[in-house]
């Protein structure tokens, strides 16, 4: 099944023109003119992407804008010029220039001069831009304009019905690709074989792209990249499974035992799902996320693990992936408070001495009653045939 086939287009239309009124809402209430959202055609759940998240375009050039401002329509201006049917397609019923890359910001002054919003006070989210692109900026506007990054931010990292839509097709996607994967591993396959099959096997249910971890060993240290390490009986094999869906990625963790799993492999992993659960019951609205840290690590700190529940062996018990925001991080020195609509992978992957390293973790809906998984099966100790 192709992504097109469950895309409800007047949603996603009502959404992005949603998302376009709350920023002038936000323009408004900071004494701003106009927002510049700027996109470099590079994506990953490492950086937003406020042009895409207001344009619902996957862009393939290297240069898109788009122009909001508290009077007037929305504008774009994009790369590359061999494109623009496409383009227009996506971003629909708003005003377009496509252009060469040479000509993009020249493109940009002049229809901005054409609109006379050159003396304007504007913001720029531009998410990790260019240096020839973010130095240009305060060229163009008689006024210096400001970081836009926060404004937008702080309205995308609650998801709309659109973005809501995305992250649950790509759960979906992310959990089936793991399921064929259990089905598909063997004794005597190379890992980058099995990571090959899940990259096809996603892209193919409608996934545009995939950051996958994928590893095995005795003893794991971390989870990485495949290799070309063999797959043998008595491996662990860990799974950091990222689609995205129309730019949203969602991230499930999964561990898997070829073979039978030891009393202590099962030990180990019930001791990371039980703290799981704990920190998502506890991850209710107006919780600060340091605390679900703290609530996520007190029982493995109570089996005797509190060394490594500290880098080098863990950075992160959670983070957001938006495609429009990266609110919130659920880190020690987090000062973010969660709210109700917030999505992000909750997830306490953990290094310990008897087994190594165990992955364990789910993408989570902030609700009044706690983190609420967006899978369908939380993920379990799987085991496969040796």
Request: proline share 5%; net charge negative.
């Amino acid at each position: 099944m192709t992504s097109a086939t469950w895309i409800d287009e007047a949603l996603r239309t009502r959404c992005l023109a949603r998302r376009r009124e709350a920023v002038r809402d936000s323009l408004r209430a900071k004494g701003l003119d106009g927002l510049i959202a700027y996109g470099s055609g590079r994506h990953s759940f490492l950086a937003s992407n406020p042009a895409w998240w207001l344009t619902g375009l996957r862009q393939i050039g290297p240069h898109l804008a788009i122009v909001i401002t508290l009077d007037g329509d929305p504008f774009v201006i994009a790369t590359p010029a061999y494109d623009v049917r496409r383009i227009a397609q996506r971003i629909g019923h708003v005003e377009l220039t496509v252009v060469d890359e040479a000509d993009f910001i020249e493109t940009v002054r002049r229809e901005l001069d054409r609109r006379s919003l050159l003396g304007k006070r504007f913001a720029i989210a531009g998410g990790v831009q260019p240096r020839r692109i973010n130095d240009a900026w305060p060229t163009i506007f008689s006024t210096p304009p400001q970081s836009g990054d926060a404004l937008v931010s702080d309205i995308a990292r609650l998801r709309d019905d659109w973005a809501m839509a995305c992250v649950r097709r790509g759960a979906d996607i992310a959990e089936r690709g793991w399921a064929n994967a259990l089905n598909t591993a063997h004794s005597g396959m190379a890992e980058y074989e099995l990571a090959a099959e899940m990259e096809a096997d996603m892209r193919a249910m409608g996934a545009e792209d995939n950051f996958q971890l994928l590893s095995a060993s005795q003893h794991n240290r971390a989870a990485h990249r495949a290799s070309n390490r063999i797959f043998a009986a008595g491996d662990v094999l860990l799974g950091e499974v990222t689609p995205s869906v129309e730019g949203e990625y969602v991230q499930i963790c999964r561990t898997a035992v070829f073979g039978e799993p030891t009393k202590l492999q099962q030990d180990t992993f019930a001791l990371l799902d039980g703290a799981l659960r704990r920190a998502m019951a506890a991850a209710t609205p107006g919780t600060p996320a340091r605390d679900i840290v703290r609530v996520m690590n007190e029982p493995i700190i109570a089996a005797g693990y509190e060394t490594y529940t500290k880098p080098p062996y863990m950075r992160t018990r959670g983070h957001s992936m938006a495609l429009g925001s990266l609110d919130p991080e659920i880190a020690v020195d987090s000062d973010q408070i969660l709210v109700e609509g917030m999505v992000f992978v909750l997830h306490p992957n953990q290094y310990i001495p008897e087994t190594g390293y165990v992955m364990c973790g789910e993408p989570v809906l902030i609700t009044r009653d706690g983190a609420v998984p967006l899978t369908a099966r939380m993920g379990a100790l799987d085991v496969i045939p040796a």
